[in-house]
């Protein structure tokens, strides 16, 4: 079945660090794929997504590229913020849309310290 | 103007009490979720409703029944809490493209 597996956690780095939060996924076909983050305190909210091969989904700084060659889809930012701290959730959704929900990878937990 | 709000955020019960969540999306989306989200922040998927059908139904304990009385709400209604139902549950809908939208979490803690 689908899968999505993610570096685990916790990520410490300093402010303004560069930043990789690895994910790779097994799947049938080329679905979407997404990142989410939950600040502390939170539920998740979408932060960026890609719907199709070698497109570069990106948002606050954030980018992620998604390869088929590799079925990855590896988070990055240049230069992290203490506001960055959070968790970081790799997802893909049904191959056959259907009802079903989106696969979750376990999440990694970054801390940005000053 | 919030998308998916849930009542309570804290929830603080006895073993042994029955206590209810509840979820509303002012989105207009048809499908909405429950998870559960244990300590080390793994997201289980509970139940799935679409427009007031249940279609996912995870190995949960039957002492967990999700009512929705119409395709905006989705509630949760917890029968005999025990201990390792403390977790953070979270609603969600879905939107266009697979996206899913998140309620800010219900935090019980069962003593």
């Known amino acids: 079945g689908d899968s999505v597996t993610q570096m685990e956690g916790p990520v410490t780095l300093s402010e303004e660090a560069f930043l990789t939060i690895n994910c790779t996924y097994t799947?049938?076909?080329?679905?979407?794929l997404f990142w989410y983050v939950q600040y502390p305190g939170e539920g998740l909210q979408l932060l960026l997504k890609?719907?199709?091969?070698?497109d570069k989904g990106s948002n606050k700084g954030f980018e992620a590229t998604y390869r088929k060659e590799t079925t990855s889809f590896h988070l990055e930012k240049g230069s992290v913020q203490v506001s960055d701290s959070a968790v970081y959730f790799c997802a893909l959704p049904p191959m056959n849309s259907g009802y079903s929900t989106l696969t979750f990878g376990k999440g990694t937990m970054l801390l940005v310290s000053p | 103007d919030t998308a998916v709000s849930q009542t309570p955020k804290y929830l603080v019960t006895q073993m042994g009490n029955d206590k209810s969540i509840k979820c509303e999306q002012n989105?207009?989306?048809?499908?909405m979720y429950w998870y559960k989200q244990d300590s080390k922040k793994f997201l289980k998927i509970m139940f799935s409703y679409n427009n007031k059908e249940l279609i996912i139904n995870e190995t949960v304990p039957n002492r967990f029944s999700p009512k929705s009385p119409d395709k905006a709400h989705l509630n949760l209604h917890i029968n005999s809490l025990e201990l390792g139902d403390s977790a953070v549950y979270f609603c969600?809908?879905?939107?266009?493209?697979?996206?899913?939208?998140f309620g800010p979490g219900t935090r019980l803690l069962v003593l």
């Open positions: 890609a719907t199709k091969a070698d």
């Open positions: 799947a049938t076909g080329y679905p979407s």
């Open positions: 969600a809908s879905r939107g266009v493209q697979e996206t899913q939208y």
């Open positions: 989105l207009g989306h048809d499908t």
